[in-house]
């Protein structure tokens, strides 16, 4: 096969699984748009009143973030599925123009939910995030010259293909989350524990950039994770200690090591299970022991702490699919993927229902749904091959079918639950009126 040959073929199959996670996206924007899914009355000022209508005043800043940052990754993955067809910037067009009638009719729906309020500053909010998404992908467009830079560095550091991308963009949600406001102050707590969950996560990713690298990364990786870790903490907590800093160095240095690809690779996949086990299993703040929350998504939608913490659950799972593929020989990979993704669920799944006897914790079934579908990330350009025209619209039609249905199914069989069911406060016209017999209504010393 001719260099422009692989060119386009790992092109194409980006494109392809670029276009799959899109689909899967938007399910979860309708799924948590719409939360919680019932008490559906119509709107009493009208179907368009929340659109038309003046931006709230003063604007809630987390919320226009929240905004923003929701509908990014669908502008980046739609127009990095899309861009090699019709072209930059009508690609762009067409992408924000799909994102924004997409929040709209979202958001008109969301005036028919007595829980949620949608106004025109969400919708510009999305849309906005949706344009900052388009225009981040075409960074990564080779026909533009930002895009030809970026390809050159790319190619001459890192292997070419999908899974070199994935680990490079594991490495990238890695940093994201080191940050406020996506990381939270017990990620960097005090005690051995957060320090070496810290330490085995990046000699995992160490290990994965080194096992793609093309030339020796040198110092690199020690500097630029010391970095990232020394501002995250300092971003959300105290600055590290000084044995904190040398544990994080000693993992970092570990990952240059003359081990073998095998051996390097097992270790990060042992790492990052470890890691994982470590945080799930440490007790939280309170005193307090909940049930296991069966709700998809329900304590993740709206804030940009839940957005960093679906994020770091991704990351780390996608890096161990990676993990698990390089380690797999290539007639076996898919089988491999599928059936660790079944016993990553079960895992995950045993470890949150143990959090229900640990105190401060929240067991959730959101993490055992993100870190089933990370791991099996690596294995979906395998099972699209051969997906062209018809077919694969019908399949991505059923996919998105299926996920919007299933998550709609998880939300109404927890409502019904009269012990998973959600609280609301009454509404104020059910409310009876307030007596407050000898209240004095006037002060008795002004006139």
């Known amino acids: 096969m001719s260099r422009s040959s692989r060119l386009r073929s790992h092109s194409a199959a980006t494109a392809a699984a670029m276009g799959w996670l899109a689909l899967a996206y938007v399910a979860l924007v309708t799924y948590s748009t719409l939360f ?11 179907w368009l009143h929340p659109i038309t209508q003046p931006w709230p005043d003063p ?31 009508p690609a762009m067009l067409a992408v924000v123009a799909a994102a924004s009638a997409l929040s709209l009719g979202l958001e008109i729906l969301q005036a028919a939910l007595p829980d949620r309020v949608s106004s025109s500053l969400d919708w510009a909010s999305n849309s906005a995030g949706a344009l900052l998404g388009a225009m981040l992908a075409h960074g990564f467009d080779p026909r533009l010259p930002a895009g030809r830079t970026l390809r050159a560095w790319r190619h001459a550091w890192f292997r070419r293909g999908l899974p070199a991308d994935l680990a490079l963009g594991c490495a990238l949600l890695w940093a994201l989350t080191r940050f406020a406001p996506f990381a939270a102050p017990a990620d960097y707590a005090a005690g051995w524990r957060a320090d070496v969950i810290n330490a085995l996560q990046l000699f995992a990713l160490g290990a994965l950039l080194r ?31 000084a044995p904190t800093l040398a544990l994080w160095m000693l993992a970092a240095l570990a990952t240059a090591l003359p081990w073998s690809r095998g051996v390097r690779l097992a270790a990060a996949l042992c790492a990052l299970l470890t890691a994982y086990a470590l945080a799930q299993l440490a007790s939280g703040p ?51 993927l599928l059936a660790g993704a079944a016993a990553i669920a079960l895992l995950v799944l045993a470890l949150e229902w143990t959090q229900q006897s640990l105190p401060g914790r929240q067991p959730d079934m959101t993490d055992v749904l993100v870190a089933t579908l990370g791991f099996a990330l690596p294995g979906l350009p395998a ?17 998105l079918a299926a996920l ?6 998880a939300a109404r069989s927890t409502q019904e639950s009269p ?26 010393r002004l006139p």
């Open 36 to 46: 919680p899914l019932s008490g559906w009355t119509p709107p009493r000022a009208g």
């Open 59 to 89: 604007a809630s800043r987390a919320d226009v973030f929240v905004n923003l940052v929701a509908y990014l990754p669908l502008g980046l993955l739609s127009t990095l599925a899309w861009r090699t067809r019709p072209g930059p910037l």
């Open 211 to 241: 096992h793609i690298a093309l030339r020796p990364l040198g110092p690199a990786i020690p500097a630029g994770a010391l970095a990232i870790l020394s501002g995250g903490a300092w971003s959300v907590a105290e600055p590290p200690a």
């Open 286 to 336: 309170g005193a307090t022991r909940y049930a296991m929350n069966w709700l998809p998504f329900a304590a993740q939608i709206g804030t940009p702490a839940g957005l960093g913490d679906l994020a770091a659950t991704l990351w780390l799972f996608l890096a161990a699919g990676l993990a698990t593929r390089w380690l797999t020989p290539p007639p076996r990979r898919t089988a491999t």
């Open 383 to 399: 099972l699209t091959h051969g997906l062209r025209g018809w077919r694969a619209a019908l399949a991505a039609s059923a996919v």
């Open 404 to 409: 919007t249905a299933g998550l709609l199914l």
């Open 419 to 444: 012990t998973l069911a959600r609280s609301r406060l009454p509404a104020p016209q059910t409310l009876a009126p307030v007596t407050l017999p000898g209240f004095r209504f006037q002060h008795p």
